[in-house]
């Protein structure tokens, strides 16, 4: 009896899933990736193939050039698993617009992804594990445009008012790994001098629908939310408008937001320069809060990032600028790497959920010794 080689099959219809097949052509696979619902933004990949075991594979995404942010593909390396538990990095090249790499294995299935994915099953595991923890009182803030919660968590009793959250952009899944290692660093024994000084409020998915749908950026309207902190509206952004309400009751000292940057290969802050209501010396708390986490960790550094804004030139739809200029707040918007994190970098898997999750952990120890400063 003769047997035959498993058939290529390419899957994305799950939770965070987008890619669409164009064409199989032996073992070299055509792809494209699908853009956010009602947007022209794509850029977030999460797929799998089966049929792959004693094939070498040659996957292109033929429409990369068209991305949202094209620049980020350069440098750029796939992450890849066959356990969906432990995702390396594989050598991408790119040209003409097209992303492409190659993959042999024994592995009968194996996932592609932009980046290690945190879907929305592990979120409502992470949203059981804390609500069940020392020290977390758990709140539903709303919901969002598909009916789904905007979880939140509170912890500690202190004076300061501080916001952690993450996920406005929902392909930037690095983020939602940050939330579970700040989350259960607030749920140790560690967190106590921090807590004493502090009430910590944490969102740790603040677009749940953009995350289930597999989109980059936006919400399940099409929406970037971190563009509606101005006027966020029900109809268009429940999603802020739940979170910034609930915001406008504690009030904010210090916020950090978390995201992930395409292009550039390092963690780094960005600030609210430009905001009307600047001074100085509400700038130096925020200095001061990245020249301290860079003594604390390799892996972050102050030298590269974005352009400041000028002054009065401060876009307040953004989260980070609004809250500053709202509130007073210190607001940190946090980047972190697509690729790796250059100044102390991982040849194998790059910047990596574990990685992440013990950022957190040092971005709330240095708050924690800088807290009664804010």
Not at 77 to 99: N, P, Q
Not at 149 to 174: C, N, T
Not at 197 to 222: E, F, I, K, Q, S
Not at 307 to 320: H, I, V
Request: hydrophobic share 40%; with cysteine; proline share 6%.
């Amino acid at each position: 009896m003769t047997e035959h080689a498993p058939e290529l099959a390419i899957d994305s219809a799950f939770d965070g899933g987008n890619i669409r097949l164009v064409a199989v052509d032996g073992d070299s696979i055509d792809l494209k990736i699908v853009a956010d619902h009602l947007s022209d933004f794509f850029q977030w990949f999460s797929f799998r193939v089966s049929g792959a075991s004693g094939r070498r594979l040659t996957l292109r995404i033929v429409n990369a050039g068209g991305a949202a942010y094209p620049f980020g593909w350069p440098g750029y390396k796939v992450r890849a698993s066959t356990d969906r538990k432990t995702w390396r990095m594989i050598d991408t090249s790119y040209g003409e617009g097209v992303l492409e790499w190659t993959w042999e294995g024994d592995a009968s299935l194996v996932w592609f992804a932009y980046f290690a994915p945190y879907t929305m099953e592990q979120h409502y595991d992470l949203i059981a594990r804390t609500a069940a923890a020392p020290g977390a009182t758990y709140r539903r803030l709303g919901t969002s445009l598909d009916g789904q919660a905007i979880d939140s968590f509170r912890f500690g009793s202190g004076a300061k008012p501080v916001w952690l959250y993450a996920r406005q952009h929902p392909g930037e899944s690095m983020t939602e790994w940050w939330m579970e290692g700040a989350l259960e660093w607030l749920a140790s024994p560690a967190a106590a001098p921090l807590l004493a000084a502090a009430t910590v409020h944490v969102v740790p998915n603040m677009n749940p629908d953009g995350t289930r749908r597999g989109h980059l950026r936006t919400n399940a309207a099409g929406v970037n939310l971190n563009r509606e902190w101005h006027a966020p509206t029900p109809e268009r952004s429940p999603e802020v408008l739940c979170v910034r309400d609930a915001m406008d009751e504690t009030g904010v000292a210090f916020a950090i937001d978390v995201h992930g940057d395409e292009a550039i290969p390092a963690n780094f802050i960005a600030g609210y320069e430009g905001i009307p209501n600047w001074t100085d010396d509400h700038g130096a708390k925020f200095y001061d809060f990245g020249h301290r986490l860079a003594a604390r960790t390799p892996d972050f550094q102050t030298e590269r990032g974005y352009e400041k804004a000028s002054a009065g030139r401060a876009n307040l739809s953004m989260s980070t600028n609004q809250l500053a200029h709202r509130f007073g707040a210190v607001a940190v918007t946090l980047e972190m790497p697509f690729k790796d994190h250059d100044p102390n970098p991982d040849p194998e898997y790059g910047w990596s959920p574990e990685r992440s999750k013990r950022l957190a952990v040092a971005c709330l120890e240095t708050l924690a010794g800088m807290i009664e400063e804010v």
